[in-house]
């Protein structure tokens, strides 16, 4: 059995645009080893919430259907030419909400097991951290 490593996070996040060319790269040569995806959540700096006009990367307003949610989501994937698996939080934000990972945070499941949560230490992550707990 594969173990899981789930990143979380949205479009409007400037870190983890930062981030995912990196994901990206990581997925390709490790997908064959982990299931690694990704759980898009609700918008870190939506238009109609928290704008930041264009140094969000893009202009996305809050979901308020899952169509929105999953239009923002297949946007994120056009517009990165990303091939890692892209999931949505439903609704509820209960994925969100229950693993407290606005605006961005990964985890590790091994075995249904949570064995590693990546902390953000000043709106960032080392992600050396991951890499090392999982030996590459």
């Not at 299931?35 to 264009?54: C, K, L, Q, R, T």
């Not at 989501?73 to 949505?88: E, G, R």
């Not at 509820?92 to 064995?115: H, S, T």
């Amino acid at each position: 059995e594969k173990t899981n490593i789930i990143f979380s996070g949205s479009h409007t996040w400037q870190p983890f645009r930062g981030y995912i060319q990196l994901l990206e790269d990581f997925y390709k040569i490790n997908k064959s080893r982990f299931n690694i995806f990704i759980i898009y959540i609700s918008e870190a700096h939506a238009a109609d919430v928290w704008p930041i006009g264009m140094s969000a990367g893009t202009i996305n307003y809050s979901h308020k259907h899952i169509e929105d949610r999953i239009t923002c989501a297949k946007k994120m994937v056009k517009t990165f030419d990303l091939t890692i698996p892209m999931y949505c939080d439903n609704m509820n934000n209960e994925f969100q909400n229950e693993m407290a990972c606005w605006p961005f945070r990964f985890f590790v499941v091994k075995k249904d097991i949570l064995v590693h949560i990546g902390q953000p230490e000043d709106s960032s992550f080392e992600l050396d951290s991951l890499m090392d707990f999982i030996n590459i």
